[in-house]
């Protein structure tokens, strides 16, 4: 069995969730030695929620449990996106110049496992060197997204450029790892030969479980995560706060998230509401079932008219929504729709772009219909214990890992 695995980052922070918190340290404890290539901004690491370590992890190297860390200065690779694309096509590593490529063949892995579309691009680099001078080597795609979503408003000749490196990188990956069954058949669309196996961003499975959601008089949303146009309107969740309000007792929870909106000039808490509505701060991963304990129904909302990504879209809330046996409201996006509509855990607003409206309207109906909520928080645990917990995905990443001898 390979020993060494090198995980590559281009954009991520070192403590993202997927990356460190579960693929890294799960490895590590199967026993594989695992250094980490990653970016500083301005010098600095930075974490999950965007702050930056000042006063933590200075040294170029360092060790953080049990994984080796290495460290370089991020660039803008996107800013070459032709020279790149050349790269690409010369079937050469020798203009492969980046400082993660660099590192990377350093490192002489066993095993890399890129994360991004550019480090994806590094990785490709690496394992032509190496195996120009006799190093074999496996790569892994994990795609956390689609790269490029041909959707999302961006220049033709760049979408063409990266569209035709992905098929060239594609070529050569060993595997691809990616969050949905939408990104996965989209995978094939492109290379059919290409073995693709989808891991969900799932928590490991929480002891801090508190059945009893839909049981009180007043109905709990909670929304976990940054509040930004791509990811929940904190304008639309107000308005949605105010609409219910009218009719029934809604309380809102938000949790996490870069700054407290509620001190936000541009976006205060009506005065009316601030009785309804309550920020955790930034919570710690290990941290976040706590913060969810009493919550009735977790709240997504993807733009799924303009976004590939948003509509094939398995976040990690929806998984952390569900590993505390909280019942999801989203709007129609793909995979989310077609997963609750096969297990029966939440309550989809049949729209790609949903109003405030649109939920309040759903809520109503949730509130007025308790023994739903509660049907669908039973079978939202159910199958985080069977089938979506991080203990489950851990094993088909092992799974995929075992298939590469030395």
Not at 25 to 39: C, D
Request: one cysteine or more; a positive charge.
């Amino acid at each position: 069995m390979p020993k060494n695995v090198c995980i590559l980052v281009s954009e991520h922070p070192f403590l993202d969730a997927r990356i460190f918190k579960k693929e890294a340290k799960s490895l590590n404890k199967r026993g594989y030695r695992v250094t980490m290539i990653v970016p500083r901004k301005d010098g600095y690491l930075f974490d999950v929620d965007g702050t930056i370590f000042h006063d933590r992890f200075r040294s170029p190297t360092f060790f953080h449990e049990g994984i080796k860390v290495v460290t370089y200065e991020q660039i803008d690779p996107e800013k070459n996106i032709k020279g790149l694309h050349h790269n690409l096509r010369s079937g050469s590593d020798s203009r492969f110049n980046d400082p993660l490529t660099q590192l990377g063949i350093k490192q002489q892995a066993d095993i890399y496992h890129a994360h991004e579309f550019f480090s994806l691009y590094s990785g490709v680099g690496i394992k032509r060197a190496l195996t120009a001078k006799g190093k074999n080597c496996k790569l892994i795609y994990d795609s956390h997204e689609l790269e490029p979503d041909p959707l999302v408003k961006q220049a033709q000749s760049t979408q063409k450029l990266k569209r035709e490196m992905l098929a060239y990188m594609l070529k050569e990956v060993d595997y691809v790892i990616t969050v949905s069954e939408s990104i996965k058949s989209w995978f094939h669309s492109i290379n059919p030969k290409t073995p693709v196996e989808v891991i969900y961003n799932s928590p490991p499975l929480t002891s801090e479980y508190n059945p009893g959601q839909g049981k009180g008089k007043d109905l709990l949303i909670g929304f976990e995560g940054v509040l930004n146009a791509k990811r929940g309107s904190f304008k639309k969740l107000m308005n949605i706060a105010e609409t219910c309000n009218k009719d029934f007792d809604l309380r809102v929870r938000i949790i996490g998230g870069r700054k407290n909106p509620a001190k936000d000039k541009a976006h205060p808490v009506p005065s009316r509401l601030e009785s309804k509505v309550e920020f955790t701060g930034w919570v710690n991963y290990d941290a976040i079932p706590k913060a969810m304990q009493d919550v009735d129904i977790g709240w997504i909302d993807l733009d799924a008219g303009y976004s590939l990504n948003n509509r094939y879209a398995m976040p990690n809330k929806f998984f952390s929504y569900l590993n505390n046996g909280i019942p999801v409201l989203v709007n129609q996006c793909k995979d989310m729709e077609n997963f609750i509509q096969t297990y029966h855990c939440g309550y989809i607003v049949k729209k790609q772009q949903a109003t405030a409206a649109d939920y309040a309207h759903a809520l109503s109906e949730l509130h007025s219909n308790r023994r739903e909520i509660i049907k669908m928080s039973t079978n939202a645990r159910k199958i985080m214990e069977t089938h979506f917990s991080w203990g489950h995905m851990e094993k088909k990443l092992f799974s995929i890992y075992s298939r590469f001898k030395q």
